[in-house]
């Protein structure tokens, strides 16, 4: 324990530069900074683009690490495929949230994928994307993707379009998404998906976060036939293991895909497959304990 | 990006104690500290205990945290637990380091095991564990165990015994473990392992790690029939998600295990069960491709 100071760095090392993300008031993570490449107020948040000496470019929002280009592909990769490989045939896709343009990049892996709706509240996080973070934001550039600028709950309240899958790629419940949590979003969501639609939600942490979890999931459960929660990894989210949560209109068998399918696919990527779609599923048992009743057991496979 | 100083701190808390850690002189993991509790020099490192605020103790050497009361559990069932429920009957067991006790309390929750010997170098590790952390140390006291203070790289050369499992429990290859992530060190446990013998290894992370893991892998290769790697999730190592490797001496269904063994075992765990104990045996792709032709891929399932 270095009784003498409180920084991430080493002894003599005293002027390097680190953004930090305390969480809980109790833990935090830190990165070393190279560059300060983007700074800017928008209506709803300050937005940071650095480049790090690690993790490069990260996008941080009031200061919370929305992403590294270390790790991003985990996050974007597990929100994308797991929906659009259990989905039979998943054409239109609707993005709420995902300024940085990495869940589209997924999405439009899949050819079967005719017609995105990306609906951003801020546009200065995907203009400073486009100018600072091309391999993530790349994608947006797609004819088969509609950006919209506004707000997720005014769309799905106000559009009459449907749509196959719904991905919620949403910040924390701080700030401006946190309506994103809330029980009406998600009926006016579960209306805009057809019959056999999936919607996954950005659920946060299954160790610090209970609390959030417990809530989004009984604000979810009048509009779904089927909640469950699948996990993974990430480096920059405080604790590693991250969850999304998966809610179908009717029955769906969401760990049991057809990894055929998978392979035929030839989509590309450095986390997501078959063995870790099913994978993500399994449940440590204190999570299955925390969410008893509330998420839907995934039957053993 | 908080310009103005680099503690892992709010603004007008500047005295707050926190501990951290840097690894790879790029990411930093601090928790906040309520109290120290134990500081001492053994002859092989400097070893600490704090009180944190919000994951419970936590054992340190050489300023490197070891384990903390919140998610300990985690990596001690998931080094345990694994190959005793995939060995057919496991009765005797060696603990390579884990002076902590936690590996020993849950390799004791096996009726079928009779004999565990664990060699621990440290003395001063055990000794602080056993006063400031009983949670953890507490199962070190039961009669089927025998702690051996020593050098657990002479133990495996000089012993004569056999065992049917040996947990390597050891700390990164810097300092007092790195003679336990050696070619010789494997080959001399593997000739303490009995025809069906299981050895698991910690092995880093697969984030940051990889050559660490190239280096164990081709070490053990010689000496065993399979190598796998196994993934599981800690808040209190860099990165969050971590590994095992899982080498046998013959064929081994290391993922498919008898499920009903393990609800017959009413064994109470936090995190381990069956269906995370298969899940653990999925790669992500990346991780595939590090090691490809370095560890045996597991069928699907």
Known sequence: MNQSGNQCSRQGDKQTQWIREVHKETVCLGFKVEKLLFSGQSPFQKIEIIKTA???KMLLNDGIVMLSEKDEFIYHEMIAHVPLFVHPAPRRVLIIGGGDG????????????????????????VDACREHI???????????????????VEYVKNSDETFDVALIDSTDPIGPATPLFDSVFYKNTADRLAEDGIMITQSESPFYD??????????????????????FSTLTYPGGLWSFGF??????PARDL????????????????????????????????????????????
Chains 1, 2 share one sequence.
């Open 258 to 301: 057809d990894e055929k399918r998978v392979h035929a696919s030839r989509i590309k990527t450095r986390y997501y497959n078959a063995q870790i779609h099913r994978a993500a599923f399994a449940l440590p048992e204190f999570t299955r304990e925390n969410l008893a009743g509330i998420v839907d057991p995934v039957p053993a496979g």
């Open 54 to 56: 690690g993790h490069g």
């Open 210 to 231: 209970t609390e959030i979890q417990l809530s989004m999931f009984k604000n979810q459960r009048p509009h779904f036939k089927k909640l469950h929660i699948y996990l």
């Open 102 to 125: 990495g869940t589209a990049r997924e999405v439009l892996k899949h050819e079967t994928v005719e017609r995105v709706v990306m609906v951003e509240i801020d546009q200065m996080v």
């Open 247 to 252: 809610a179908s209109k009717k029955q769906c």
């Open 134 to 152: 091309p391999s993530v934001s790349g994608a947006l550039e797609d004819p088969r993707l509609e950006l919209v600028f506004g707000d997720g």
